[in-house]
């Protein structure tokens, strides 16, 4: 059996006959949102079988499953990067098992760099496209047809449907939420300034280390996917300052109270 079969099949029995709809991934300093689900179920990813073990500080490491926003959801409260030592195809056992519970719909959080002066720390962005700019396809390897085709199309990766849908949730809140085009690194260490530079050029609007992988994933087997950057800094060059992940924790933490309102307003409108 596969990994993410077994996984799958552990988290089937924890549930009792329950079926999240909805998945939701949170970046750094973006997990107090799974501390407001109500009747939850955690599940370390430790006790899963085949699941990464996430290395993060500031990623706890677990599965939360129960209320949010109407809505019972599967919430990872920690992800896995590539920088941590993961191979590429480790990132899909999370992402599918999720598939096979029942999740169609994934949602990702990030922290993430600007590239734009406007759109400081503490902005949101609604992700609307990424480029890949790691050299790296979590789907090397075998496919499994049954899973999703050998070359799933990656016109639409984030969903316009719910693009629209978190955008006047935000109007409704009165949160402004940019949107724009991410740029994947694999890190650990921080851009340069000459890379920042090519990267305007490009077209990003941020930078960031986590979501690509995911959402390939999860496009590749069906679901769909929207995706919010909290914007933690400038990036390397436009200020002169020295980054840093506590940089990275503690604007994160900043901008929870505002991602988190935003994600349940959302929920409550599916």
């Known amino acids: ?23 939701i991934t949170l970046g750094s300093g973006l997990g107090a ?3 407001d689900i ?9 006790d899963i079988p085949g699941f990464p073990v996430s290395t993060v500080h500031g990623h ?3 599965l939360v499953f129960g209320q949010l926003g109407g809505q019972f959801v599967a919430c990872m409260q920690g992800r896995f990067h590539l920088y941590e030592g993961h191979e590429p195809a480790a990132l899909q056992i999370p992402i599918r098992a999720l598939r096979l519970i029942g999740c169609e ?6 922290a993430a760099g600007s590239i734009h002066e406007a759109m400081g720390p503490g902005s ?19 496919n499994d047809e049954e899973i999703g085709p ?18 006047t949730a935000a109007g409704e809140l009165g949160i402004e939420l940019f949107s724009g085009t991410y740029l994947w690194t694999i890190g650990p260490s921080f851009e340069t300034p000459a890379e920042i530079r090519l990267y305007r050029q490009w077209g990003a609007d941020a930078v960031g280390m986590s979501t690509v992988p995911e959402t390939i994933i999860a496009r590749h087997c069906g679901m769909e996917v929207v995706a919010v950057s909290s914007i933690t800094n400038l990036c390397a060059g436009m200020t002169g300052n020295v980054l840093s992940h506590e940089e990275t924790l503690r604007e994160g933490a900043k901008a929870a109270e ?3 309102r935003l994600i349940v307003r959302w929920l409550e409108a599916q």
Not at 1 to 23: C, F, N, Q, S, T
């Open 105 to 110: 719909l994934l949602v990702l959080t990030n």
């Open 38 to 46: 109500q009747d939850a179920i955690v599940v370390p990813y430790a």
């Open 124 to 142: 949101l962005m609604l992700i609307d496209d990424h480029i890949n700019f790691s050299g790296v396809n979590p789907l090397v390897g075998g």
């Open 33 to 35: 949102l799974a501390d």
């Open 150 to 167: 050998r070359f799933p199309d990656l016109t639409e990766a984030y969903s316009k449907h719910q693009g629209v849908v978190m955008q």
């Open 60 to 62: 706890k490491g677990q």
């Open 258 to 260: 505002k991602m988190s």
């Open 1 to 23: 059996m596969k990994a993410y079969h077994r996984a799958a099949a552990y988290l089937r029995d924890r549930l009792d006959g329950r079926v999240p709809r909805i998945g």
